[in-house]
T-cell receptor, first 114, second 117 residues
């Protein structure tokens, strides 16, 4: 089955650590996105990539980094510069670069700082 | 800047009744809207979409209405079931035609729908 896979489902980070969240899709979608979800605040865009080897900052990119070396993969690194990283992280992809046919979401990674 | 918002953060509906979830948007240039359903601990799932050249679109037990005059979107769920309990998001597609390369979906805060048995 085609889909978008996020791993791990739960992740714990110590203060000062960098952690990387995985996002893989086998839908042959062009664009991929990372969102952060906090209670009562909906979805906020962190980074997005419309083509391989290119990505753009979203609304809350500070403290995060991404790479898009392969079409199928768009990992997100939460760096120590992100002061409040505890949240639910969602990865999405769209069939076209513009996202004009909507997004397909992964099942999310819940990151907790301990 | 543009925003997509919801009138009510929570909605409780008796099982079997119909529910209506509302959404206001502010970007009059937006021409594509999507409703997503998110169950606890899961990613959002596509429910139904509508383009701006339509006023109404129906799916299985769901209907989306678009009123461009007042920039209002609604999701109607008929004969609600316990499995309909979730958070529902509307999303607005912005940037198309006016700024190619900067298109993305903008999501509202969400409405939590609870079905009462």
């Amino acid at each position: 089955d085609g889909g978008i896979t996020q791993s791990p489902k739960y992740l714990f980070r110590k203060e000062g650590q960098n952690v990387t969240l995985s996002c893989e899709q086998n839908l042959n979608h062009d664009a991929m996105y990372w969102y952060r979800q906090d209670p009562g605040q909906g979805l906020r865009l962190i980074y997005y990539s419309q083509i391989v080897n290119d990505f753009q900052k979203g609304d809350i990119a500070e403290g995060y980094s991404v790479s898009r070396e392969k079409k199928e993969s768009f990992p997100l690194t939460v760096t120590s510069a992100q002061k409040n990283p505890t949240a639910f992280y969602l990865c999405a992809s769209s069939i076209d670069r513009a996202g004009y046919y909507g997004y397909t979401f992964g099942s999310g990674t819940r990151l907790t700082v301990v | 800047g543009e925003s997509v918002g919801l009138h009510l953060p929570t909605l409780s509906v008796q099982e079997g009744d119909n529910s209506i979830i509302n959404c206001a948007y502010s970007n009059s240039a937006s021409d594509y809207f999507i409703w997503y359903k998110q169950e606890s601990g899961k990613g959002p799932q596509f429910i139904i979409d509508i383009r701006s050249n339509m006023d109404k679109r129906q799916g299985q037990r769901v209907t989306v209405l678009l009123n461009k005059t007042v920039k209002h979107l609604s999701l109607q769920i008929a004969a609600t079931q316990p499995g309909d309990s979730a958070v529902y998001f509307c999303a607005e597609f912005s940037g198309w035609r006016s700024n190619f390369g900067n298109e993305k979906l903008t999501f509202g805060t969400g409405t939590r729908l609870t079905i009462i048995p």
